[in-house]
């Protein structure tokens, strides 16, 4: 399987430039890993240099890039940026401004009202691991595929082989998958959104796997938890938002007050010797591991963040047995 886009690029050194010179060194040093592991998503600059806050993620060829502002009033880049990031990555990969996508917080915004933008509709394919993932960095809130928990998924997919895997806040499925190709003999993803649960479903299409035995559900987590009591699971993912609201939703979803329940629910159905995968990205989230009295709690953070990714608090994970 060699379809995974990583274009060479040269080496020389532009003098006139530290974004230029860092972007290409850490896609030359990721470019080898890249090959060797079947990926050809990853991040190629994360706020290495303090006077360029952004991070760039590269897709398969094209470019998604975030802008982090320090001021509210200011909350798109500054065009001279946009103009001098899409000349840099022009310049490297050879590639026009229509392959570079800019995140606008404005338009994320919007979209956190409407979901998707609906119009173009652009998707296409990337690998991770060898995994075919779909993703799209123009319609919707995210591309379809959260890098900084590549990691993650390739540890639950060494645990998987032969195993019942839920994945709980599924979003696109991408947990399930990784479980899945690695020889999982049941998963069962669980998301609320209709479009994530659809994307999902074609991500499992994309990667020939049947959906007999990888049921995925539309349903809310928290509802969902309570009805699945008589299963049994080997691994559980527990990957949800740090907030969510949604007129299928009565409450509004917080982290911070739901995890206990979260934990407490999922515990109920974790199989003797089974193992949780608990994640959040709130850099303000708490853990009080005393409200689960006899549960071992390690915090595996530091082995789940990506080499690509430098800023090292993009999330916490840690694994819960009893
Ligand atoms: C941060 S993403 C989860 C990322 C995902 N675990 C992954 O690995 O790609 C949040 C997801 O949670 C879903 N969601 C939010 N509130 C939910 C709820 N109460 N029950 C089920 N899914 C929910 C959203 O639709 C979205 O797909």
């Known amino acids: 399987m060699n379809d995974i886009v990583l274009p060479a690029i040269g080496d020389g050194e532009d003098k006139s430039s530290p974004l230029k010179n860092r972007i290409r060194k850490n896609y030359r040093h990721l470019r080898k890993w890249a090959r060797r592991t079947e990926t050809d998503c990853f991040r190629v600059y994360d706020r290495d240099i303090k006077e360029y806050p952004l991070a760039i993620d590269f897709y398969a060829g094209r470019f998604s890039v975030q802008y982090f502002s320090s001021s509210r009033e200011e909350a798109e880049a500054p065009p001279e940026l946009v103009e001098e990031v899409d000349g840099i990555l022009g310049a490297i990969f050879q590639i026009g401004p229509d392959m570079i996508y800019w995140r606008s917080r404005i338009r994320r915004r919007k979209m956190e009202q409407y979901e998707k933008k609906g119009e ?7 690998r991770e691991y060898g995994a075919a993932f779909k993703v799209n960095l123009q319609d919707y809130l ?20 032969g195993k019942r895997v839920l994945n709980l806040f599924a979003y696109t499925c991408s947990f399930s998958i990784h479980a899945a190709l690695a020889g999982a003999a049941f998963t069962k993803s669980v998301d609320l959104s209709n479009t994530y649960t659809e994307w999902g479903r074609e991500n499992f299409l994309l990667n020939a796997l049947p959906l007999e035995n990888n049921p995925i559900v539309r349903a809310d987590c928290l509802k969902f938890l ?35 329940f979260l934990i407490e629910q999922s515990l109920k159905l974790l199989s003797e010797n089974g193992v949780i995968f608990f994640s959040t990205n709130s850099r303000k989230f708490a853990l009080d591991t005393s409200l689960f009295p006899g549960c071992q709690f390690r915090d595996i953070s530091e082995k789940t963040i990506p080499i690509d990714f430098h800023q090292k608090k993009i999330h916490r994970c840690w694994t819960i047995t009893q």
């Open 142 to 161: 995210d591309t379809g595929l959260f890098l900084d928990h590549r990691e993650t998924r390739r540890m639950v997919a060494s645990l998987s082989k």
């Open 120 to 126: 173009r509709k652009e998707f296409f394919t990337v």
């Open 226 to 260: 309570e009805k699945e009591a008589s299963s049994r699971y080997d691994v559980i993912i527990i990957d949800p938002p740090t907030i969510s609201r949604s007129k299928k939703m009565e409450d509004m979803f917080d982290i911070q007050k739901d995890y206990p």
